[in-house]
């Protein structure tokens, strides 16, 4: 019966939403490795991206968000490219794993069977106040005025990250459950629960759900300090299953009580296409995703949905894609809008290789030299090398825009 009524009331809130975002344009956005294409292409895939209808593009250094406080030269420029195409840039600029931040025992995860994690202890206020405030701020200071600023992101947020190194294994499941370092078990007052069976288990979620509130609020803080300018959006990412009970137990996730202190929110979906007549069950997973999402976070909370336009078993596969389709696309837009989302973001345009061996990573990643490596490529994969789609997704998407007749 209550699940019921919830599931009722979100539909309603879900109703309400749309009939009042009808008036508002649409934000429609795209990610771009800019370490898959040497810089002088940088332009002119913006321009194309504008004249495909998408009003912003959403930059990232693949294999190393932390390299946005690294190659800021670089990144200016990206900046000032996409001004002239009259695009809004995002920065990917926070991934758990899939940075070169500077590791420190001290400052990383312990999972419940004593293991040393790659991600770091966000939980640690001494981390928090030191090296994550010290990134944070060099990032927003370098960007804060640039015209086509238009928001940071935080991606993946909630992993724990392989064990011991960028390369190491994951470990198996019952390992995957944090936080056991020195400052938990200060801050718990004792040695805490590892199984879920023990009677102080909801205290210990309680506590990790407090730790992930104060990092969102010092997170936010942090760069608010820099950059107070409320059209530079924070946004928070991660995918779908962070609206699920497991994320409660594994990393103790109170997902709508963190989100609330971030600007702009998405809980994405990433999808396998088996073929042509698979549009109408992804759309209804767009419509499950944002009425779960709507149910934790409440109807006043801006989101913005994410969703991939690769299809997922055919990305390592020889020859082009064959889907998504543009109507394939649309259905899922679509699906979105009616929900009340107004803010459209693909992934995306142009992505590379994020599969890398251990010993290959520090080579691959951008650096600071004079040049930086590319990534491997996903051929005829991501939609800049799929021009078969590029007329009918023109048509769709700078239609979301048009002067109403």
């Keep these: 019966m209550i699940q019921a009524m919830r599931t009722k009331l979100g539909a309603i809130v879900i109703a309400l939403a749309g009939l009042t975002a009808q008036a508002q344009p649409v934000r429609i ?53 996409a001004r002239r195409a009259k695009l809004g840039a995002y920065m990917v600029f926070w991934h758990p794993t899939h940075n070169s931040l500077e590791r420190k025992p001290e400052f990383q995860q312990v999972d419940a069977a004593g293991k040393l994690r790659f991600a ?4 640690n206020p001494k981390w928090r106040q030191t090296q994550w405030k010290e990134y944070l701020q060099r990032v927003a200071k370098a960007y804060k005025d640039e015209p086509a600023m238009a928001g940071y992101v935080f991606d993946d947020s909630f992993g724990i990250g392989p064990i011991g190194s960028f390369g190491g294994k994951g470990g198996p499941r019952e390992q995957e459950i944090i936080s056991y370092g020195e400052f938990e078990r200060k801050a718990f007052g004792e040695d805490p629960p590892r199984k879920k069976s023990d009677p102080r288990w909801e205290k210990w979620v309680q506590a990790r759900a407090g730790w992930w509130e104060d990092w969102a609020r010092d997170t936010v803080a942090y760069i608010r300090e820099i950059d107070p300018n409320p059209k530079h959006e924070i946004y928070l990412e991660d995918e779908a299953h962070v609206l699920e009970a497991a994320k409660r137990d594994s990393v103790g996730l109170e997902f709508g009580r963190l989100a609330k202190h971030f600007d702009v929110v998405a809980a994405y979906t990433a999808t396998s296409w088996e073929g042509p007549d698979s549009g109408a069950k992804v759309a209804q997973t767009t419509r499950d995703v944002i009425r779960k999402t709507r149910e934790l976070l409440g ?57 890398v061996k251990e010993e290959d990573w520090p080579s691959a990643r951008p650096g600071t030299g004079p040049t930086y490596p590319l990534t491997g490529q996903f051929p005829q994969k991501f939609l800049w090398d799929r021009p078969e789609l590029h007329d009918g997704l023109r048509a769709y998407l700078r239609g979301l825009n048009a002067p109403k007749k």
């Design 120 to 123: 770091f202890d966000v939980f």
């Design 299 to 355: 109807a006043d909370k801006k989101l913005i949905y994410t969703f991939w336009v690769a299809n997922l078993v055919e990305e390592r596969n020889p020859g082009p894609a064959r889907y998504p389709t543009v109507e394939q696309i649309r259905l899922i837009a679509d699906a979105a809008l009616e929900a009340g989302i107004r803010h459209l973001d693909m992934y995306g345009y142009r992505i590379g290789e994020y599969l």
């Design 29 to 81: 956005s795209a990610w771009y490795w800019l370490n898959t294409a040497p810089k002088n292409e940088w332009e002119r895939d913006f321009r194309k991206m504008q004249d495909l209808g998408f009003t912003d593009v959403v930059l990232c250094w693949g294999l190393d968000a932390a390299a946005f406080g690294l190659r800021i030269r670089d990144t200016k420029d990206a900046m000032e490219y």
